[in-house]
DNA sequence: CGCCTTGTTCATTATATTTTGAACAATCTG
DNA sequence: CAGATTGTTCAAAATATAATGAACAAGGCG
């Protein structure tokens, strides 16, 4: 295990990188999940704050965050008392984890404020109610709309 | 024109914050096109930042970015020189152009940077070189999927 | 039990992002 | 054209987010 990434784990890491990026999670996540999925072998802490140059803690963390949605498996590896980890490599696995624990949350708030949102329109003015009545509607469609492509899009990742 | 917030107005900007975090963008977007979105009449500069308290600099840095994806529409309104514009309500032709203009970018990035992977995987020693190909492999299939995944998300959206 | 090894937590520090506001440019108006 | 009015830009300030590392907790092992 050379201390150094090569040029592929360097341009695998940074696929990852962007990945979190876009997921709101942090760098270091991207890092973590990167390595892993590049690793043959399994990997424990000490491995990963040496390779990519990070914090123990965020090492720790980052690793916490990937446990938390299945992006990671822990390994055992035997006459070594530390925890080792492997990238879970099936997508779906992963998606569906992160659905539930990261979105659904907020799909979940977003339908009780839209239930009060509704109370709120009758004590509008008369002639502004009925734009916002039309507006708080099409709010309802998308919120709609998108919950019904979630599934779609989950089932859309074949196993393999 | 109340200056401030009524509940319902807190409410739906909140959901429009929430919606730019998401998208990366930034909270005053979310403000922006929240107002917008639930205000009867068009509104300029000068509404838009007394109604949310932001200041001129963000206001017009806001709408620009609102603007470059379509999701607001500038609207003439006779004897005042200031610009006025109107949320864009349909749902598809803000997701087009935010498609268009945030996300395309990446994915093309993406295609080149996994071109220049796949040179990479050669130089690797004999043993790692298997597993490595294989995930390359992987990381091209899900890419692939997410391409195909676009456009069918994006008819999902029915023209209303 | 006393000493390691290992992993976690969290206050502090560092970094990245967003907002502000004043200077500027562009355009209208009399 | 001179003076307003309006919108944009961008350096500096404010804020939000992530990383660090030392203190701590939990187990193992002799």
Known sequence: MKPALSELEKEVVDIFVRIAGVLSLPRSVGELYGILFISPEPMCIDDLMLKLKISKGSTSQGLKILRSFGAVNPVYVAGD??????????????VAGFVNEQVRPHLDNGKARMARIEGLIDAEET???????????RLQGWQKRAGALLPF????????
């Open 81 to 94: 008392r530390r925890d080792f980890y492997a990238a879970e490599a099936e997508l779906r696995k992963i």
């Open 153 to 160: 899009a989950l089932n859309f990742i074949k196993p393999e």
């Open 127 to 137: 002639g502004r109610k009925e734009f916002i009545a039309e507006r708080i509607e």
